[in-house]
């Protein structure tokens, strides 16, 4: 059996099926970080009531879509770039800056970097201290690492993850605001990826949104794949007061890369206060009980999450993400094993908070595991 079998993305439920011979309606994905209520009812009803809307081709300026984003963000329409999930937005952000070099703070999403690989620019990677439990801190070490980096560079790119997948850390906003200030002496662009958000406990406090205005070499990444449980809509969004940097993008996209029914129907979510309510109460009651709980665990260490996920280290030596991922994909419990991330080892996992039944029954394995190794 390979070694890097259970390197997988969250959402390898296919490979996951093949494997282990587990049917993929039983795994629990505690490594996707999708939201465990599923989609809003509201968006269910409609999606019911309107499957004739893909007989026609979504407008191509997507006006409606960008009204409801921009209702629901309190963002100007025209700063909205509607796209193929965040991914395709990563990539054309990425392709239509063509940054000489990036900088990117680490461990974070491989997505970036990826991008970055493939129209070959060049990027380092500013690490989260994991003595500062990956929270960054005083930003003028970053400040000065990325004057040195990249200032006096063509087009250069500050890319973050906030909340930070996968440590689940965040910036606050007088932090955003210095790296954006400080970047707008040197051109920096900075894009941040805001798909977590949304779960955080004071939205207000880490969202850069109150930013666009005063900072055009800001972009900010969202998506529904998370927080509204739709990956397979494909629907993300970009936002920026940059004129020319939206027009080098939409000159990139194709046309009609978001489908019609995200284009007139999927917007409802955005209204659906009950189901925004319902997660965000689910989220943060969770992530409360899983931290209390695994705070009492000897044998791992736990990052403060942010998001609707945590990441710990297992500091038993004998032990690593590996062989804890195998015992919980027995149970059908598939967690990420994050040694594949930079900076990170094999004694690092995640996992995302999910009902509070399923959340138990892998508080329970890890429990167990540990309290063995412990004896
Ligand atoms: C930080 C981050 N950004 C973007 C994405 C991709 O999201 P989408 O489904 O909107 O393309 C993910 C998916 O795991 C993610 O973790």
């Known amino acids: 059996m390979s070694k890097r079998k259970n390197h997988f993305h969250g ?83 990425i392709q239509a800056l063509s940054p000489q070099k990036a900088m990117i703070l680490g461990p974070s999403y491989s997505e970036y970097e990826r991008e970055l690989l493939q129209i070959s620019s060049s990027f380092q990677y500013f690490p989260l201290r994991e003595e500062d439990d990956f929270v960054l801190g005083d930003t003028a070490p970053l400040l000065s690492a990325l004057q040195n980096t990249l200032a006096g560079c063509d087009n250069p790119l500050f890319i973050l993850c906030n909340p930070n997948n996968p440590t689940s850390t965040a910036l606050t906003v007088p932090q955003l605001e210095s790296i954006l200030s400080f970047c707008a002496t040197y051109s920096i662009t900075v894009m941040i990826d805001e798909t977590y958000v949304e779960f955080t406990k004071e939205i207000d406090n880490i969202t850069a ?67 925004i309510m319902r997660t965000r109460n689910l989220i943060h009651a969770e992530r409360e009980r899983i931290v209390e709980r695994l705070s009492r665990i000897s044998g791992i260490k736990l990052y403060p999450p942010e998001a609707n996920f945590i990441l710990l280290r297992i500091l038993d030596p004998t032990l690593n993400a590996s062989a804890l991922f195998e015992t919980a994909i027995a149970q059908g419990l598939m967690i990420r094993d994050c040694s594949d991330f930079p900076f990170l080892g094999p004694d690092y996992f995640r996992f995302c908070f999910m009902l509070p039944k399923d959340n138990d029954r892998l508080l329970d394995v890890i429990e167990q595991v540990f309290a063995k190794e412990t004896l």
């Open 11 to 93: 959402s390898d439920l296919e490979k996951i099926e093949q494997l282990y011979g587990i049917k993929k309606e039983n795994i629990i994905r505690f490594g996707a970080n999708v939201n465990p209520l599923g989609i809003s009812p509201v968006l269910s009803d409609t999606l019911r009531s309107h499957p004739d809307c893909i007989t026609l081709y979504p407008d191509r300026e997507y006006s409606s879509l960008r009204s409801s984003l921009s209702a629901y963000c309190n963002v100007d329409a025209t700063y909205m770039i509607p796209g193929n999930g965040s991914t395709e937005l990563i990539a054309l952000i």
């Open 209 to 275: 949104i109150s930013l666009l205005e005063p900072y055009p070499n800001l972009v900010i990444l969202r998506g529904v794949s998370k927080f509204f449980a739709s990956p397979g809509l494909r629907l993300g969004y970009a936002m920026t007061s940059d004129p020319s940097l939206r027009s080098r993008v939409l000159s990139l996209q194709h046309p009609w890369s978001v489908n019609s029914f995200a284009a007139l129907h999927a917007g409802v979510m955005f209204t659906d206060q009950l189901y």
